[in-house]
């Protein structure tokens, strides 16, 4: 107090203090001198401290009683200016503190009595102040009395003195309770042992307490008393009180210093004892009461409630239960109960507001709220006052929209001001409709079911700012105005959701940042899950459990109150910043239940907020979720019409401006509480998904929602205001989906699994329709799965085999869809960056390609598009880095089948070309296989010629990079292979995989030719030529990777394989003529039905095969079972051979040719003879025919594929071993001999379908066996010789079918061999010079290859026939129709003629050809020719037989006569001789046409053959058979008379009779007969025998001729006879002349008589008339003259 103790203060208080002594000395001078002398010696007491004393103050205060006793004596006068002096006088006495406690004491007294007599009232007040504010001198009965004064001052009749003595008794009961404060300061750090407080005996026993202490309690005792209407025990003198004042005091008090109260168990008692039953006993009118209620009902009548006194008890009961909670928890329960029922209906409406502001003043201290829970609702047997608080509040709210039954019908303000009951008839009284009128502005308020209420602005969020609990000077109940308890209520809620979720949001932060401090609450605020909490709280103390405990039983216990409360209003309101809160509410309490892990309620707000953002009574269905929207009432701006999403939407629905208010709550929620919605989201998504259909939002790329075209028609209408709203909202959408990368792995999983559901639903309501089915949920997954990339693996499998559900739905926009979302999904997975990036976590890239994978097993081919065009942007963006995937992706590609259609498999193969053409090297080479597989498949494919054909193309493009790698590939393999097998090792099984033994990179190449193998026999032809081109080209060209052994599988796993599945499909083909080949190709007659396809492709396969055998044979000989091999190759070359098809079977010796290396490969095709039609089965054409990438060499140009090339037939290569190589060849023979006697065996029925072999086919077979002969010759048995004649026979009877004709014969005229008939004789001729040069036992054969051409000779004559067929001749067939053609075989016989003969001349010495009478067959052949002579088919045959005849005569006949003794030729000789006589005497005439030179020339060829008698038998007679001889002296004797013709004209007859012939032969016949080497009395017996009856014949014809010329007279003799006249004459002459040449001992004396004899009758003849008998005639006569001799003596004549 510096102010007052200061030198200067002092000074003037004592200045001050004699000037008031001196004023009152003045004023009491001559009324009061009792007065006046006080003052004065007041003045001197004055004067006389301040002289003696240094601290005035004290010594003031000392003796204070006195120096105040003259004021208190002047205020005692009573008179008004004195008093008032001296009580200023006081005043400032006390105000320097300056009064001690006895002075104060008698001031107080002299207080008192002023008031008895009511002086000075508002002084008396002042001065009481001062005195108990400065200082506390004043205590125990002084300060009793001075408080009393104040209240009895209260109750004056003066107005003013009222209001200021209420004050100022306010004021210091403050003090007094204010020193309790104060001196427990100065106390505090004494610590005291608390006296036991002996129970409740002696109220006033306060012995323990302070002295200020004891005051206060002594007075608040006491004002309980008064309240209490009762006598106070301190306050004596009280007159009379009012309960309203002594309220006000008890709770200015209980507000202000609840410390008090808090600190002293005295204190604490009080409150029990005496303020709770006193406020419970002033409640109960108020208890009581219910409005309406007639008396009479009662027997005793009810006090009514007083509104001063309930409105001050509840303002008592709010700080009781605010302050002192934790003292009076029983008496608290009690009060909350009371003022939960004082907000029934039939209360007055005064006391419910009053009660409802009181609730709101609650409602606004979480804390405490928090504690009633944990006092009450969490105790076992105790009212659930925290709910029963939240449920009341609902009720409140509920009933206010009951329309009370007194008819009080709520008003609307609107511009008509009527009732709206009452105006019924327009629309327009109806708030909130469409259209309403005249733009008045609607207030906010609620409206239900008619009941209208306005919503008053009445408090500032957060603070409970009470109007009605403030009207402290009110007596009468105020009115209440409408809406003003509703507004209240629902601000109650709002603050104590807002509390509630403050409070346990602030403190669940701090549990969860534990020691830092108090995490903000942000936007995301549950960063953590549920479950997480649980772990973080079981790490810290029990505390926590406990706070826990207390948030879920405030949540459970208000949230169903609040739940109704907040939807009744949602449904309500009108008004848009109200539904903001409310929403804002129930979005805080959702959020909050979430965090907490409080399901139930969880779910229960969001389907509130749900079913406030659909159309009014709309059903939501579905497995998780049903729930009717409400029939909301409340007249709102409908902003959109849209249609249901159900199976069958009836007409249309409305949204209105709430229920998108409602959507973007809702979205507000999912976006910030995501984490916290778990199984609700299942809700929140069903619901947003039908916001989205409705508003017709449709999803574009990556998923996001986009306003759609309105794909329904017009039932879709956005107002304008909508239409801004929507891309907000899709943006909100999107926001929403994005921000589930913030969720927690177990949110996140809720979501899915909602998305999942629902798209269930959608999907079940898309079966059986083809309507736009409800996107959403696919959009929105793929939308999260996007934003989740970063830890795709936990949600990877829900999400995709979701989505490969949807694609196999039947609807084909969902489906779609579903593939759309799948394949985004896929690739943006395979683009993200992972950590570790995909290249090192292999796992996660097969779990990413895995879905593509399982696409192959949807057949809808919209999926399969979708699902290849995805593999075909993974190829174009990520194929370098696949690695492990692309078995997967291969697999993809290989898994369309043929029944898919071509845009399918046209863009799997797409794919799979760029995999060959870009990534091959790229991709493990454990896969490479794999792409085999794949290509082989779409080879197969038959929807699309060209793929097939492409696709082999890439499959040798695949051999090529094997090639090109093989190195890498082949370590690569090994190494995998390595693994592999140690893993099969662990396991305990064996390592399987197709051609197991063979190493890896083997493997690879017998895939590849395993495939190439299967689209060898592809049904199409042009897919199988292809194929086998490329499967021989490729192990032409690169089989030298391969390892030796694996040789072995290609030929029998690989070729041989095959071969049989080509044979047996060619075997089986059909033979219908296959019209055209699709489209307008026209096929040419050759490839016409499937067989002749079937014929080409059995071609190409053996000549392949073949030439691998060739090429190859260094590497397959050393093989095991190369022999084996052999066998089957010539096996499928003797059945292509025997079949009836002349191209395979062509080609099939073709081949057959070139494993016998006849022909290199290298130069089959330059070899200018091979026929047209078997350049199909040249295979080194392939270069040309298939890709350009085929255009390479396919010979070897190592050294053995050099010598191989080189060596003929003749010479073996060194490799092989001589023994095995033997047995190869013999198989060959037998083979060559199976197809020969099988090919040329005549058929056996004769139809126009009998299959007769080609000349081609016979030729080749034919060329084929000198070569192998080579080989075999060593062992060629007669046997096999005469194997070898059949066929060569057969082959060569073969006909030809009249439409080849004339491409091989040639035209008739010309002397030509077919090539066929060279090949037989060159086979012949070789066998010939082979037996030649051949050891001793191989020319036994001769006779056989002999009789083998002596056959063939016959053909000139006796064509040979083929089976029963009919032939017809050349001159005779047409050329187009099926008829066969005999050949010409006159060249062939009249060749193999020759062939004879020149053997003949070779070997005719030989022992074998003596002893098989080769002579004489061949004689035996020549006979038939020679015996036709003119009528043999070709006029050169009998000239040539002829000079044969005499070539082997001139060499056999010294053989015969050397062998004469053995009889080896004795059956030659008659032959022989009939030989001769049927050509010399032919019975054939010569044809008409003969020229006479031509005649002549004959003629010399008969001379000549007599001329060989003479030269070559006759002499040598006594060698030859007499039988013989006498045949030719008959033969000759014919001759020389008898061989005339009888058909020559008169003017030829001098050529014509063979007149040389006739004479040869009689100069023969006479130089035999005369010849001087007769030896035996028996030859020339013979020969006079001859001559004797070549006379006589003479003679004979002599005399006849005679004869007939006699009788005939004139007329001339017939020309026949003529001629023989003549005839007969020159033979006569002839004879003459011979006879005269021969030695005379040689003639007979006999045969000269006979001469002799003849004359007289030739002289008869001289008559004759012909001149040319007369000539001849004239010759004949004129050798006679050598006959004119003298006559001997007869003697002599008869001797001899």
Known sequence: ???????????????????????????????????????????????????????????????????????????????????????????????????????????????????????????????????????????????????????????????????????????????????????????????????????????????????????????????????????????????????????????????????????HQEFSFLLKERVCPLVIKLFSPNIKFRQGSSTSSSPAPVEKPYFPICMRLLRVVSVLIKQFYSLLVTECEIFLSLLVKFLDADKPQWLRAVAVESIHRLCVQPQLLRSFCQSYDMKQHSTKVFRDIVNALGSFIQSLFLVPSTGNTSVTPNQTGSNASGSTGSAQTNPGVLGMGGGATVLPAFEYRGTWIPILNVTVQGSAKATYLEMLDKVEPPTIPEGYAMSVAFHCLLDLVRGITTMIEGELGEAETGSQSTAETTSLPAQSSEHQDLQSLSDQSDKELVSRAVWEEMVNACWCGLLAALSLLLDASTDEAATENILKAELTM??????????????????????????????LTGQNVQMISPSSESHQQVVAVGQPLALQPQGTVMLTSKNIQCMRTLLNLAHCHGAVLGTSW??????????????????????????????????TVLTTAVMTDLPVI?????????????????????????????????????????????????????????????????????????LLEVCQHPNSRMREWGAEALTSLIKAGLTFSHDPPLSQNQRLQLLLLNPLKELSNISHPDIRIKQLECVLQILQSQGDSLGPGWPLVLGVMGAIRSDQGESLIRTAFQCLQLVVTDFLPTMPCTCLQIVVEVAGSFGLHNQELNISLTSIGLLWNISDYFFQRGEIIEKELNKEEAVLQKQAEEKGVVL?????????????????????????????????????????????????????????????????????????????????????????????????????????????????????????????????DFSQAWDVLLDHIQSAALSKNNEVSLAALKSFQEILQIVSPARDSEKPDTPPAINVSVPVVVGATTATSLGRSFMRTDSIGERMGRYSGAELPAVTDEIEDLNLWWAAWNSWYRIGSESTKPPITCDKLTFIPSQPFLTALIQIFPALYQHIKTGFSMDDLQKLGIILHGAVSVPISSDASPFILPSYTEAVLTSLQEAVLTALDVLQKAICVGSENMQIMYPAIFDQLLAFVEFSCKPPQYGQ???????????????????????????????????????????????????????????????????????????????????????????????????????????????????????SAPPDNLSIQEFQKNESIDVEVVQLISTEILPYANFIPKEFVGQIMTMLNKGSIHSQSSSFTEAEIDIRLREEFSKVCFETLLQFSFSNKVTTPQEGYISRMALSVLLKRSQDVLHRYIEDERLSGKCPLPRQQVTEIIFVLKAVSTLIDSLKKTQPENVDANTWAQVIALYPTLV????????????????????FKDFMHPPASKVQNGES
């Open 1365 to 1483: 067929l009919e032939t017809k001749h050349i001159a005779n067939a047409k050329y187009n129709q099926a008829e066969w053609v005999a050949l010409n075989y006159v060249p062939f016989a009249e060749r193999s003629l020759e062939v004879v003969v020149d053997l003949y001349q070779k070997t005719a010495c030989h022992k074998a050809v003596v002893n098989e009478k080769v002579l004489q067959n061949i004689i035996k052949t020549l006979r038939i020719p020679l015996s036709l002579k003119y009528s043999c088919p070709s006029e050169s045959t009998w000239k040539l037989a002829v000079s044969s005849l005499l070539k082997v005569l001139s060499i056999g006949l010294p053989v015969a006569r050397q062998h004469a003794s053995s009889g080896k030729f004795d059956s030659m000789w008659p032959e022989l001789a009939n030989t001769f006589e049927d050509f010399l005497f032919t019975k």
């Open 1 to 263: 107090m510096s102010g007052t103790s200061s030198p200067e203060a002092v000074k003037k208080l004592l200045e001050n203090m004699q000037g008031d002594l001196r004023g009152l000395s003045l004023e009491c001078r001559k009324k009061f001198p009792p007065v006046k002398e006080a003052a004065e010696s007041g003045i001197i007491k004055v004067k006389t401290i301040a002289a003696r004393n240094t601290d005035i103050l004290a010594a003031l205060k000392e003796n204070s009683s006195e120096v105040v006793q003259p004021f208190l004596m002047g205020c005692g006068t009573k008179e008004p200016k004195i008093t008032q002096l001296c009580l200023a006088a006081i005043q400032r006495l006390m105000s320097h503190e300056v009064v001690s406690e006895a002075a104060a004491g008698n001031i107080i007294n002299m207080l008192w009595q002023l008031m008895e007599n009511s002086l000075e009232e508002l002084k008396l007040l002042q001065t009481v102040l001062v005195l108990l504010t400065t200082n506390t001198v004043v205590h125990d009965e002084a300060l009793s009395k001075a408080i009393v004064l104040c209240f009895r001052l209260h109750f004056t009749k003066d107005n003013i003195t009222n209001n200021t003595a209420a004050a100022t008794v306010r004021q210091v009961v403050t003090v007094v309770f204010e020193r309790v404060v104060a001196e427990d300061e100065r106390y505090k750090d004494i610590i005291e042992q608390p006296v036991a407080v002996q129970g409740n005996s002696n109220r006033r026993s306060v012995s323990t307490l302070k002295p200020c202490a004891k005051d206060a309690y002594m007075l608040f005792q006491d004002l309980c008393q008064l309240v209490n209407a009762d006598a106070p025990y301190w306050l004596v003198g009280m007159t009379e009180m009012t309960r309203t004042f002594g309220l006000e005091l008890l709770e200015s008090v209980l507000n202000d210093f609840p410390q008090v109260f808090l600190q």
């Open 1660 to 1679: 008869e003849c001289i008559t004759c008339s012909s001149s040319e008998v007369c000539s001849a005639l004239k010759e004949a006569l004129v050798p």
């Open 992 to 1120: 399987n995989r197709p051609f197991h033994p063979a190493p890896p990179f083997d493997c690879l190449w017998l895939c590849l030719y395993a495939k190439l193998g299967e689209l060898c026999v592809d049904p199409r032809p042009a897919v199988r030529k292809s194929a086998g081109q490329t499967l021989f080209s490729t192990i032409g060209a690169h089989g030298t990777l391969l390892q030796h052994s694996t040789w072995h599988t290609v030929i029998w796993k690989v070729l041989f394989h095959l071969l049989d599945r080509v044979r047996e499909s060619s075997t089986t083909a059909d033979k219908e003529k296959i019209e055209s080949g699709g489209g307008n190709i026209l096929i040419h007659h050759s490839r016409d039905t499937a067989e002749k396809q079937w014929a080409e492709t059995w071609v190409l396969t053996l000549a392949g095969v073949a030439r691998i055998f060739n090429t190859r044979r260094y590497l397959l000989q050393p093989l095991g």
């Open 590 to 619: 959702a959020a909050l239940c979430g965090r907490l892990g409080l399901v139930t309620s969880r779910d229960a707000f969001i389907t509130a907020i749900c079913k406030g953002s659909l159309p009014p009574h709309y059903a």
């Open 730 to 802: 899709s943006s909100i959408l999107s926001r929403l989906f994005e921000s589930s990368q913030y969720l927690d792995d177990v949110s996140l999983h809720h979501l899915i699994n909602a998305l999942c559901s629902l798209s269930l639903e959608a999907m079940d309501m898309a079966y059986g329709n083809n309507k736009e089915p409800s996107l959403f949920a696919v959009a929105k997954l793929l939308e999260t799965g996007l934003v989740n990339m970063h830890r795709i693996e936990i949600l990877w499998r829900p999400l995709t085999g979701h």
């Open 682 to 715: 299942q809700l929140v998504l069903a619901t947003l998904q039908h916001l989205v259909w409705i508003l017709g939002l449709k999803p574009g790329v990556g998923g996001a929602l986009k306003p759609g075209r309105a794909v329904e028609g017009p039932s």
